[in-house]
């Protein structure tokens, strides 16, 4: 289709813009970007030079904790220059990070997967809140989102937390 239209625009003898940009959303482990596939074979064919890629990714993400997942946004340009934009790691991963849970509960209602505390809840909020998307959201909504994402995990939120109530108490929902 669109090379119809780049025809008739040349035929008429005008020139054809780009019918969009192309755009790639992946999730990269932190400070661990290789150009070994799945990574390498996405990039390269799209025009990247992959290893200056893996090694600017690396570099802006080596304060961080190594091999946590951060969704990636890369705008390719037309003459192959990239720019790319780093997320925070997803809110259910540091839930279940915070909870010491592998995976959510398969029943969310029913069975729970962990428990984490309001402490948790907040430090997950501060996180979160260097996302451009959440730029016009207060810390209160923040935290709504992500006690309303703990549920849905099957992740109990509790006010205050110790160690040894964690160990002997049965999570109830």
Do not use: W
């Amino acid at each position: 289709m669109a090379t119809k239209v780049a025809g008739k625009l040349a035929k008429a003898g005008k020139k054809a813009k780009a019918a969009y940009t192309p755009f790639l959303k992946v999730t990269i482990p932190a400070n661990q970007a290789k150009p070994a596939p799945p990574l390498g074979p996405q990039l390269g064919q799209l025009g990247i030079n992959v290893p200056q890629f893996c090694k600017e990714f690396n570099a802006k993400t080596g304060h961080m904790i190594d091999g946590y997942p951060l969704p990636t946004s890369i705008s390719i340009n037309m003459d192959k220059t990239f720019s790319m934009e780093i997320h925070t790691p997803e809110t259910s991963f540091l839930i279940k990070k915070a909870a010491g849970a592998p995976k959510g509960a398969m029943q969310p209602g029913k069975e729970c997967a962990g428990m984490i505390s309001l402490k948790h809840v907040y430090e997950i909020a501060k996180i979160k809140s260097a996302d451009s998307n959440l730029d016009g959201c207060s810390m209160t909504r923040i935290c709504d989102l992500i006690i309303g994402q703990c549920r849905s995990l099957g992740v109990s939120v509790v006010r205050e937390l110790d160690a040894d109530e964690y160990r002997h108490t049965p999570c109830i929902v």
